[in-house]
Each structure stands twice: as C-alpha cells, then as structure tokens.
C-alpha cells in the first residue's frame, strides 16, 4: 500500500505507474482518493478543534457556576451539548471516509523500481542471464509422470479418487527423492546465515490482506469454514505475518529466515495446467527465504536472494536462466520480481521453479511492520524467494538427471539425503 502524503504530493507519479502497469481503469481513483482524503483530514481538524474547545468550555462552566452566574452557564452548556452532536457526526464522517479511503489505497499498486520493464504480460518478460548449458540427450524424455511411473513413484488415479484432480501420492525412491531435495534446500540456506523455522499453516484474513493483492486471495487461497483462518499458499505469507504490528529495533536487521511448508492453492483460472501430472497442483511442499530490512539495504538482498535459488540448482546439475518480470507482469504490492526458470530437456524450453520478489515497504505498511531508526520510526522493507518447490522441480531434476536406461543420477550433493545412492534404478 502507498503512502497517502506521497499519493497526495505525486499524483502524476501514480498515475504514470498505473498506465506503466496497464492499469488506465484505475486512474480516476487517484483523484477520488486525494478528495476524499482531504475532506477526511478536514473533518479530523474540525473534530480536533471541538475535542479541545470542550475541555475550555466545561472549565468556564464550572467558573461561571462558581460565580453564581447560572444563565450564562446553561448557555454554555446547551453549547456543549450542539457542539457533541456535531461531533458525534463528524466521528461517523471519519470513519466512513477513512474506510473509503483505505478501500481505493489498497487497490493503487506499488511504485515500480525505474528498472522494471514496460510489458502488458509475461509475453514481454526479459532474460537476464543463463546459467550452464541446456542439453538435449540424443534419446526421447518420456513425460515427468512416465520417468515416476517407471519407478513406482506416482499414483494420480488413487489421489483422484481421495482428493479429485490436482492432487498426487508420491510413492518409493520418488518421494524419498523429493524429501531429499527439501531436506537438502533447508541445509543449503542455514549454511548461507538463515534461520530455519516452521511456520504457522493457516493465517488469518488481516494477514492475508497485509501480503497480497485481493484479486491474488480470490485466486489462491483456501478459506476455513466458520472460521477466520485460511490455508497458507506459500510459507512467505506466514513468514512475513510474523512480524506484524512490531517495532523492530534497527540494530536487529535484517531478518533472514528459510521456512518449510505445505502449500495450498485454488489455482482458480490457471492456464496451460496439464492434464495429468505435478506441474500446476493444489497441494506441494516448498523451501521459502524471507528477508526483513533496511530500505537501503532492499535491493542488495533482492540479487542475494535469487543468487541462492540458482546456486542450488546449479548444484544439481540443472541449467537456469532468470527473468525479470515486466510492468505487467508484476503483481500490485511488487516493486520488481526475477523467475528463476530451469531448462527442460524433453520441451526444450524453460520453465518456472522460482520468483524473487522485493515488495519495498507495501506489506510492512499494511502489516504495520516498523523499524525504530536513530532518526525515529520507519517501513521496513520485505523480499521473498523460493528456495525450492518440489514437486514441479522434480521435473526438471529428473528430465536433466535422466539416462538412456531409464536410470536416474543422484548429484552428489544428494547423495547423503538419500542414503549414499549414486543412481536410481528404474522397477519398470
């Protein structure tokens, strides 16, 4: 969410973000919500001038009763009683517009970095750069749910029947296999100075509003019925949640934590979700990184933070590549986000397995996240990023991994995760 005074003193601004977002339907908005601030702000000012008048005029009654000097008292006191009436409605004024206000403040999405590309979608997304080098083996890759089956490692028909479509048992060496790659990521960002955590799996509607955009909530979650909780789809949400409503001592940053969760997601109009496999699900486990910090300090650990999702799959022997996300791409509480993608052998392309994310202060005003500075009290800044999400990245782990027989090599970096085993060996 944007600073009302900064909206207010940049109009122009705003609204240049709003056609760089592809959002022209919003620009109107920017010129209500500054009227409806300043007849807000007005009826604070005339509401604070009658609290302090009252404090007079009850002292000048009481004189005036000392006196003896009741008619004049009385007169004060039916100004008293005009003067409570005015304002009990100015409150309700108050209330009602500051509600409005807020209403339109959290539609206006943050200000893009000067950085960010000018692009209507992900169509116009921008390559960075590639790590190692995409191969494509002289044998066909069977499709990922193909190499599971042949070792026993998936069965989609059964979890249709428990849970319905976009639900999977993982099963043998294939569940160990995804165990491992958690297991794995968990290590790999403690020993990069993060401190590991298990969140909360559920949140309540004031966290979730203080992390996403609505139309992101209406997409993703899951609400608990009767009650005030809904299902994490990622770990960030809880992660950032935590630090709601707290002053954070500047000495104390940053924050830099690496969660473990289930995740859940609606996935409600999703596209190219395919038929049958772990692409795009309900239900995956994930590795997250969160970061907490100085504003100065916001963009030094945006590059940090996707650098660690590379060198993990780097690790791997998977190739990556990062995009930067465009203007419209973005989603509204971004200031500028990077996909990390992996190489598939059997599509030869790209695909996604990660996104970094550096929010600026947007969520920290919302969740009232603040940071007692030398100079006084300010918005920290927050970033998130994937460590890993299996099991998409199963994918491309397999199909990069994969050999001739059928056989599957564990990196080396694995193998104490998954007993010592240098290579699965397929049952089929």
């Known amino acids: 969410m944007l600073d009302m005074k900064f909206v207010r003193e940049n109009p122009d601004i705003v609204k240049q973000n709003l056609r760089n977002k592809f959002q022209e339907e919003k620009l109107p908005l920017v010129d209500e919500v500054i009227e409806l601030d300043s007849r807000s702000r007005a009826a604070k000012q005339e509401a604070d001038s009658l609290r302090a008048g009252r404090n007079t005029i009850s002292k000048q009654i009481g004189a005036l009763m000392g006196q003896g000097k009741k008619e004049e008292a009385e007169e004060l006191k039916k ?43 992900d169509s116009e997304n921008v390559e960075v750069t590639k790590y190692g080098d995409p191969v494509v083996p002289d044998f066909e890759i069977p499709y990922h749910t193909e190499i599971m089956e042949r070792f ?3 069965d989609l028909d059964a979890a249709g029947r428990v849970a319905g479509n976009g639900f999977y048992y993982l099963m043998g060496d294939i569940a160990r296999l995804h165990s491992a790659v958690i297991s794995y990521a968990r290590d790999f960002m403690i020993d990069r100075g993060f401190t590991y955590c298990v969140p909360p799996f559920m949140i309540r509607s004031n966290v979730v509003t203080g992390v996403m955009s609505f139309a992101e909530m209406d997409a993703m979650m899951y609400k608990i019925e009767g009650e005030d909780l809904y299902l994490i789809g990622t770990s960030e949400h809880s992660m950032i949640g935590k630090f709601i409503n707290t002053i954070i001592e500047e000495e104390e940053l940053p924050k830099t934590l690496t969660s473990y969760s289930p995740c859940f997601r609606k996935e409600k109009g999703a596209h190219g979700i395919e038929e049958r496999g772990v692409y795009r699900i309900h239900q995956f486990e994930k590795q997250e990184m969160i970061v907490v910090c100085k504003p100065e300090d916001s963009p030094m650990w945006f590059d940090k933070l996707w650098q660690n999702t590379v060198d993990l799959f780097r690790s791997m022997d998977i190739p990556v590549r990062t995009l930067e996300c465009c203007s419209g791409d973005l989603a509204d509480l971004k200031v500028k986000s990077y996909d990390v993608e992996a190489w598939s052998p059997r599509q030869k392309k790209y695909f996604e397995v990660g996104s970094c994310s550096n929010l600026g202060d947007a ?37 990069n991994n994969l050999n001739a027989d059928g056989s599957v090599n564990i990196p080396e970096v694995l193998r104490p995760y998954m007993g010592g085993i240098e290579k699965l060996v397929p049952k089929k």
């Open 363 to 399: 969520q920290a005003r919302r969740l009232k996240i603040r940071v007692n500075g030398k100079d006084g009290k300010y918005f920290a800044h927050t970033l998130n990023n994937t460590v890993v999400a299996p099991p998409r990245m199963l994918i491309a782990f397999l199909e």
């Open 152 to 154: 026993d490692g998936i």
């Open 79 to 121: 100004q008293v009683s005009a003067n409570a009436a005015r304002l009990a409605e100015l409150e309700e004024q108050e209330n009602e517009l500051a509600d409005k206000v807020t209403k339109i403040m959290m539609t206006l999405p943050n200000i893009i970095d000067p950085s960010v590309p000018i692009g209507k979608d």
